[in-house]
C-alpha cells in the first residue's frame, strides 16, 4: 500500500472555514512538504491546479501555484517520492504538454513522474479565459480527453504525430526527445462518472477518487474501478483521498472539526456548490447558509481522524479492502499535521502493508 499527500498548491487547502489554519501556497511550503513527504516515507505528491478561485472571506484558492513548474523545480530538491503535477486540458496544447512532461520526467526520472489530467468541467474557470468550447463540452470532454491522450501517447513513443480526429488535427507534430522504448510517466485520473471511470481504464494507470470511509462503501467503489479496467483490458490501481485529522483524542478531533464547522466560509462553500450564479434574494441566500451550516459541505472529503493509534486502524481497514493500492490525504496544517502523522502514525502502520 502506498501513501501519497494531495500538496498544498491552492491557498486555505481543503476545509473552507474561516477558523482553520489558513496559507497562502509559496516554494518555501512546498519544498518542505516534500522533503518531510520523503523524510517520513510517503510514496508521492499530487498537485491539483486551479485558475479562479472561490472567493469568500478566506479568498479560497484565490492564491495558486502552477502544478508543473512546481514539480519540475521539486524534481531537482527531491530523491525518491514521485511527483504528480496536474495537466487542465483546455489550457493547455497536447504537444506542449507532452514536451514538458518529458522535460520534467528527465529530472525526476520516468518512474518518479505522473501526470494528472484534469477535463476541466468548471464553466465560469474557464469562461473567464476565454476557453470555453461551449456547453455540449461537458458531455464530451472524455472524448476530448481521449485525442489528447492518444496524441501525447504518440508523441512519447515515437516523436512524431499526424494525428486527425475531432477535436485536433495535427501534421507532422514532433516531439525530440521522446520515451521511445522506455518507461512512460504513470497516468492519472479522478473521473468518477461511468465515463470519466471508462476513460481512465483506457488510458491511465492510477484512479483517484474522493474515498468512503465504510468499508462496504469503499468495496462498492473498488468494484466499480476492478469492472472498468476488467472491461477494457488494462490493470488500474485505484487511490481513495481523505481528510486526515490526528490528535490526542477523537473528542478533541470532534472538538477542531466543530468549530471549523461553526465558522464555515458560507460565501466561498456557496461558490463551490454553483449557487452563486443563481438569481437569489437576500432572504434565499440566508436559507441556504442556515442550511449549509448543518452540513459537511465545506470539508471536501471524508475524514480519517482521531488519535493515531485510531488513525493508523483506520488506514488499515482501508487498506484491507480488495482493490485499494494506496491511500492519499489532505492536511490543513500540512507541515504540523505531517510531522505528526510522520512521527505518530506512520510507526504504527504494518511496514509489510506498506511495501505491498
Not at 452540513?295 to 471536501?300: I, Q
Amino acid at each position: 500500500m502506498r501513501l501519497g499527500i494531495f500538496a498544498p498548491t491552492l491557498s486555505g487547502g481543503w476545509v473552507i472555514s474561516t477558523s482553520s489554519p489558513q496559507f497562502r501556497p509559496d516554494w518555501y511550503l512546498m519544498q518542505e512538504t516534500a522533503r518531510k513527504a520523503e523524510y517520513f516515507g510517503f510514496d508521492f505528491l499530487l498537485a491539483p491546479n486551479k485558475y479562479k478561485g472561490l472567493d469568500g472571506e478566506t479568498e479560497f484558492w484565490n492564491y495558486a501555484l502552477d502544478s508543473f513548474t512546481t514539480m519540475a523545480a521539486l524534481a531537482a530538491v527531491t530523491n525518491k517520492v514521485q511527483l504528480i503535477p496536474s495537466i487542465s486540458l483546455l489550457s493547455v496544447p497536447p504537444v506542449y504538454a507532452a514536451k514538458q512532461v518529458k522535460t520534467i520526467a528527465d529530472i525526476a526520472g520516468a518512474d518518479r513522474f505522473g501526470v494528472n489530467i484534469i477535463t476541466g468541467w468548471e464553466k465560469p474557470e474557464w469562461e473567464s479565459q476565454g476557453l470555453w468550447p461551449g456547453d455540449e463540452y461537458f458531455s464530451r470532454r472524455y472524448d476530448y480527453a481521449g485525442e489528447y491522450m492518444t496524441i501525447m501517447q504518440e508523441l512519447w513513443r515515437t516523436g512524431v504525430s499526424d494525428f486527425d480526429g475531432e477535436f485536433f488535427h495535427l501534421t507532422d507534430a514532433r516531439l525530440q526527445p521522446h520515451f521511445g522504448d522506455g518507461p512512460l510517466p504513470k497516468i492519472i485520473c479522478a473521473g468518477q462518472s461511468d465515463r470519466g471511470m471508462r476513460f481512465t481504464s483506457e488510458y491511465a494507470d492510477y484512479q483517484f477518487m474522493g474515498g468512503k470511509l465504510d468499508p462496504a462503501e469503499l468495496t462498492v467503489q473498488m468494484e466499480r474501478v476492478k469492472t472498468a479496467s476488467a472491461t477494457a483490458g488494462r490493470p488500474m490501481e485505484a487511490f481513495p483521498l481523505y481528510q486526515c485529522v490526528v490528535r490526542d483524542s477523537l473528542e478533541e478531533c470532534e472538538d477542531v472539526i466543530g468549530n471549523w464547522r461553526d465558522h464555515q466560509d458560507l460565501d466561498a462553500v456557496t461558490n463551490m456548490m454553483g449557487h452563486a450564479a443563481m438569481n437569489t434574494s437576500s432572504e434565499d441566500l440566508n436559507s441556504l447558509h442556515a442550511t449549509l451550516m448543518g452540513t459537511d459541505n465545506f470539508m471536501l472529503w471524508e475524514i480519517i481522524k482521531g488519535d493515531p493509534k485510531s488513525v493508523a486502524e483506520q488506514i488499515r481497514a482501508i487498506a484491507d479492502v480488495d482493490g485499494v493500492s494506496g491511500v492519499m490525504f489532505t492536511f490543513q496544517d500540512y507541515l504540523v499535521d505531517i510531522d505528526r502523522f510522520g512521527r505518530e502514525v506512520m510507526p504504527l502502520l504494518d511496514a509489510d502493508q506498506l511495501a505491498a
